[in-house]
């Protein structure tokens, strides 16, 4: 939906239409790509609950929560958006970085393989700390 | 020359998407998909426990949650703004998202204190 033009004392302001992020394929990544913030956000707070379980000695009431089938939905959505946004954010370093090797500029691929493997690496880490650690 | 903050918060923006990329994913699939769903078994308390009481364990916490905190108010900032044509109210947006990370932090200090 459209809105009129506009011309207010502060000068002109073209219509403006409101399902912009519809228009095309590209606008809707791009807003999907911006909206797993959200997810990023609530995953934090979920995780900070987690904490204050542990914390708090109250681990089982938490587990109990965790395992309802909303929390389960909410949280398979939260997996879905922080790995969308850990695909995306990872991508993007070569546009922002430039990295030269005796002259030589590193192409893309390598950075984001780069980044992809230390993603990785960084998960297999976590996951051995939390499921296991050094017993 | 005018100061602006907008350099720094751009910085935590993008360190917190670094942050978040390399550990949301793994976390929230433990405890909040596989653990839930009986996939992997919760690990006992005392072990969650003895990971938590770790000073660099913990202060990398309050980093993780105050990075990742404002990555999100960066964008949701931004990203309300273009989706719903209230760039006018920059001001008050901006305030709300980074209060709400600043917030979070707290609460994630007091915790881990």
């Known amino acids: 939906m459209k809105t009129r033009d506009e011309v207010t004392p502060g000068g002109y302001r073209p219509r403006r239409d409101a399902f912009w992020f519809a228009r095309s394929r590209a606008y809707t990544v791009f807003v999907l790509r911006e909206l797993t913030s ?38 398979v959505l939260a997996l879905a958006a922080t790995c969308f946004h850990a695909i995306t954010f990872l991508n993007l370093a070569p546009r922002a970085t430039v990295v030269r090797l005796d002259g030589y500029r590193l192409p893309a691929w390598l950075i984001q393989g780069g980044n992809h493997s230390l993603w990785l690496a ?6 051995f700390f939390v499921l296991r650690g050094f017993q | 020359m005018r100061r602006t903050p907008e350099p720094y918060l751009w910085l935590l923006f993008s360190g917190g998407g670094v942050v978040a990329a390399l550990l949301l994913p793994v976390l929230v699939l433990l405890f909040g998909v596989l653990m839930p769903l009986g996939v992997v078994d919760w690990p006992a308390a005392e072990h969650l426990r003895a990971l938590l009481d770790s000073p660099p364990v913990r202060v990398a916490l309050v980093v993780v949650v105050v990075l990742c905190l404002f990555h999100a108010a960066h964008r949701v900032r931004h990203t309300s703004e273009e989706l719903f044509g209230i760039a006018r109210f920059d001001v008050v947006i901006a305030l709300l998202c980074y209060g709400g990370a600043v917030a979070g932090g707290v609460v994630a200090a007091v915790l881990m204190v």
């Open chain 1, 122 to 127: 960084v998960s297999a880490v976590v996951a």
């Open chain 1, 38 to 75: 959200v997810f990023v956000a609530w995953t934090v707070v979920f995780l900070l609950l987690l904490v204050d379980a542990v914390l708090g000695g109250s681990l089982p009431e938490f587990a109990a929560l965790a395992a309802r089938p909303w929390m389960i939905a909410l949280n």
